[in-house]
């Protein structure tokens, strides 16, 4: 892709409402553009972030033995009342009536709905075992929108659902979707925390969250760096219970929650199957969430400087950047062009082909954050060299004509 013919519109200096460190970026490097107060356009740098990231959970869910489906965003009322979460949601859950007198909702989650499917499909205990997951947009009205896409009304999540016939297939699977999780956010380039947790209004008998260290967590935890023990702060505890090391207070962000529901879905919803005997037996189920969009800021809230953004190599929109610094140079254009055309077949490259000041040029280049970049100019292409560096690492003076061989052996 060419930089001239790119819908990327940089920023200089960030809105005010912007708050933390990832939405300030995410506005200035043109990944998004708010349309009201809590929801938001992702433009083309940003949703080919958001792409990657959901190829890595389709991937690595897949890989699983988990199948991918998708499920309506508008949802019966009914459905809730007969859960008992109706109440629960309160003001959160986005409601109207259709023309038809239907007392509809916008899914906040999806619950409900997948024990309907379920409910309607199986008979027997042969049909189990199975995990179902989508990746869609849910829509909640947040009291506060906060952070950009970390608390939004309307966001991307990730939601997985497991049925079994007993506890010991739930904690099976509940095992699985746990290192599916571990591998999903080491792939998105992600320190990340693990810990019990409190179910609330999801219910269920035991969870997990999935947390990040980060300056803008709403979230804090106490954590041991020794033997990585994690708890959610509430109780006063100074030192491990494991190991006797002191703790460590950080602010977190939740990414994921995995929780083990049990039967309180399927037995309100009547989801059930016949056991070997002939028995109805409750289905026993298991629900797995990552919030995909806000997978976006979490990456960005670990991986920055001052500059910009430095994208984990996995979810970067591209690959490399290209910057001839002075494009009315003929032989600078031409060394960008055959570098251009040698490496596109192969990896994402965007070239930056704008007749802009170098200066311009090379604070956007650290401001999206694209891992690798080669800087062409005036002075080294007369040496017969060109810049390649890592974003934030040292800059090495490379043979032009051994340029396309390293990058490929690099990226």
Known sequence: MRWSEAFISTLKEAP??????????????????????????????????????????????????????????????????????????????????????????????HEEVITEVVRNQVRSYKQLPFILYQIQTKYRDEIRPRFGVIRSCEFIMKDAYSFDIDKEGLDKNYKKMF?????????????????????????????????????????????????????????????????????????????????????????????????????????????????????????????????????????????????????SNIEVKEAAEKLYNGLSLKFKVLLDDRDERPGAKLKDADLIGIPLRVIIGEKNLKEKKVELSRRGQDVELIDADKIIEIIKAKA
């Open 16 to 109: 005010e409402q912007a708050e933390s460190a990832s939405h300030k970026l995410m506005l200035r490097s043109g990944l998004i553009r708010m349309l009201i107060s809590g929801v938001y356009s992702y433009l083309p740098l940003g949703f080919k972030v958001l792409r990657n990231i959901e190829n890595i959970i389709r991937d690595e869910m897949d890989n699983s033995g988990a199948q991918e489906l998708l499920l309506p965003g508008l949802q019966p009322v009914d459905l809730w009342l007969r859960s008992g979460r109706d109440d629960l949601m309160g003001q959160t859950m986005i409601r109207f009536e259709d023309r038809r007198g239907r007392k509809i909702c916008l899914g906040p989650t």
């Open 179 to 327: 290192e599916a999780y571990k591998n999903i956010f080491s792939r998105c380039g992600l320190s990340f925390l693990t810990t019990e947790a409190d179910s609330g209004v999801m219910g269920g008998d035991e969870s997990n969250e999935f947390m990040i260290p980060a300056e803008s967590g709403e979230d804090r935890v106490v954590h041991c760096p020794n033997c990585d023990f994690t708890k959610i702060k509430g109780e006063n505890l100074l030192h491990c219970p494991n190991c006797k090391k002191k703790l460590e207070e950080k602010t977190v962000i939740e990414v994921g929650h995995i929780f083990k529901l049990g039967t309180k879905y399927s037995e309100s919803l009547g989801a059930s199957f016949a056991a070997g005997n002939g028995e109805l037996k409750p289905i026993v189920m298991g629900c797995y969430g990552i919030g995909v969009s806000r997978l976006i800021a979490a990456i960005i809230e670990q991986n920055h400087d001052q500059s910009g953004i430095i994208w984990p190599k996995e979810v970067s929109p591209y690959d490399l950047l290209i910057s001839p610094l002075n494009v």
